[in-house]
């Protein structure tokens, strides 16, 4: 399956600032998923991106407050702009495993954001 | 939004138990699968059954469908201290595109 290089894993920033959150897949995959799980909660999909074509936004997501980045089949960026305390959470990317469905997904091992 | 619920949200045994938690989910689905994250980390995926399929198993882990009740239980048998994580349903539907819907977790600790 797919190894995820995720960074930074862990950050403290200030409210009003920007982070952006790299992902390396050590092969070649067509879509890349970006998730956030809030303090004590499960996660929840922030978009798609494909390389290629803008990222596919989740209702309550907008690409003003999560820009993303797919310049190749092996790399994406997620930025976190302006944040508020309430962006406090941990972002996750993930690939489907194997690049195709049916074989499960792997993630990168997280990105730990508290902003002040 | 999340996909359906898990119970318990949380479970406490002691080493050499069983540990079982279920899920449910509200679409049609091409598959189910499991996850684990330990203290906040990345998930791990631990197993998954498709829609097709009733039961399955992977080492310690027993996993169940049942498409009617959309709903799928997780055994862990023999659990071991190790096993203390927090454990994730993710449904994969019909419609999805490769989006996975979590559900809420069960927070699960093995105690030595």
């Known amino acids: 399956s797919a190894v995820i290089s995720q960074k930074p894993s862990r950050d403290i920033c200030q409210r009003g600032t920007s982070l952006t959150i790299q992902c390396q897949v050590d092969?070649?995959?067509?879509?890349m998923f970006w998730y956030r799980q809030q303090p004590g909660q499960s996660l929840t999909l922030i978009a798609t991106?494909?390389?290629?074509?803008?990222?596919?936004?989740e209702s309550g997501f907008v690409i003003d407050k999560f820009p993303i980045s797919r310049p190749n089949l092996t790399f994406s960026t997620l930025t976190v702009s302006n944040m508020s305390p309430e962006d406090s959470s941990i972002y996750l990317c993930?690939?489907?495993?194997?690049?195709?469905?049916?074989?499960?997904?792997?993630f990168g091992s997280g990105t730990r954001l508290t902003v002040v | 939004s999340q996909q359906g619920e898990e119970d318990p949200q949380a479970l406490s045994i002691q080493e050499g138990e069983n540990a079982t938690m279920n899920c449910s989910y509200k679409?049609?689905?091409?598959?189910l699968q499991w996850y684990r994250q330990n203290s906040g980390r990345g998930l791990v995926h631990l197993i998954l059954?498709?829609?097709?399929?009733r039961e399955k198993h992977s080492g310690r882990l027993r996993v169940t469908l049942d498409t009617s009740k959309k709903s799928s239980s997780l055994l862990i048998t023999a659990s071991r201290a190790a096993d203390t994580a927090s454990y994730f349903c993710?449904?994969?539907?019909?419609?999805?595109?490769?989006?996975?819907?979590f559900g809420a977790g069960t927070q699960v600790v093995v105690t030595p």
């Open positions: 993930s690939v489907q495993s194997g690049g195709r469905s049916g074989y499960g997904y792997t």
């Open positions: 092969s070649q995959v067509t879509m």
């Open positions: 991106a494909n390389q290629g074509s803008e990222a596919t936004y």
């Open positions: 679409t049609s689905i091409n598959n």
């Open positions: 059954i498709r829609s097709n399929e």
């Open positions: 993710a449904t994969d539907a019909a419609d999805s595109w490769g989006k996975l819907q």
